[in-house]
């Protein structure tokens, strides 16, 4: 069975560009979870998306949204891009929604702002 | 506000030894415990996980212990293999909610 994938690998952009990063979830899997890894600080939740909708939100600025299309599937969008976003990012899917549901992470997209 | 604190942040032990990673959350609504093992360049890969109407869970070489009432939970890991050289990782995480929250990390070496 495929685990989660992410594309890209990795990701170059310049400060004040929009980055887009792409995630796949497990088959059947219909929730998509979104978590940055910067240096020093950790694992981060962003977001969920669960049947198409957001459902719940981390401690991020709006300039960081997303959507999970029909497939399942989800983007996450980075816009007005600041140094201080250059991180993993990293998603997960599980099989239910909700906290207690176990999360399968992907390899993650390194995001670099120059 | 939700925070889980991780301990130690680095270990380093003979092969064969035991690990123990210890993690305390804050929020007493948090049901759900996994552990996670990060390699180099590589997502966090689940490795255990307990829910909180259960005290200790064991799989081979790892167990995790909970304890409700202080609000701690504690990763062993017996007879270390060079190939348990990895950051550990600890979260918690309510029902409803989507979000695990992570401890800082432990960077755990096991010395062959």
């Known amino acids: 069975e495929a685990g989660v994938t992410q594309s890209p690998t990795h990701l170059i952009k310049t400060r004040g560009q929009q980055a887009t990063l792409r995630c796949s979830p497990i088959?059947?899997?219909?929730?998509v979870y979104w978590y940055q890894q910067a240096l020093g600080l950790g694992l981060q939740f962003l977001l969920w998306y669960d049947e198409g909708e957001e459902r719940n939100r981390g401690n991020f600025p709006p300039r960081f949204s997303g959507r999970q299309f029909p497939n399942y599937s989800s983007e996450l969008n980075v816009n007005a891009l600041e140094l201080e976003d250059s991180a993993l990012y990293l998603c997960a899917s599980s099989l239910l929604g909700g906290g207690t549901d176990t999360q399968y992470f992907g390899p993650g997209t390194r995001l670099t702002v120059l | 506000g939700e925070n889980v604190e991780q301990h130690p942040s680095t270990l380093s032990v003979q092969e064969g030894d035991s690990a123990v990673i210890k993690c305390t959350y804050s929020?007493?609504?948090?049901?759900?415990f996994p552990w996670y093992k990060q390699e180099l360049g590589k997502g966090p890969q689940l490795i255990i996980d307990i829910r909180s109407n259960v005290g200790e869970k064991k799989d081979q070489r790892i167990a995790v212990t909970l304890n409700k009432t202080a609000k701690h939970f504690s990763l062993h890991i017996t007879e270390t293999q060079p190939e348990d050289s990895a950051v550990y990782f600890c979260?918690?995480?309510?029902?409803?909610?989507?979000?695990?929250?992570f401890g800082q990390g432990t960077t755990l070496q096991v010395k062959p």
């Open positions: 088959s059947g899997h219909t929730s």
């Open positions: 929020d007493s609504a948090s049901n759900y």
């Open positions: 979260a918690a995480s309510t029902s409803n909610t989507g979000k695990l929250i």
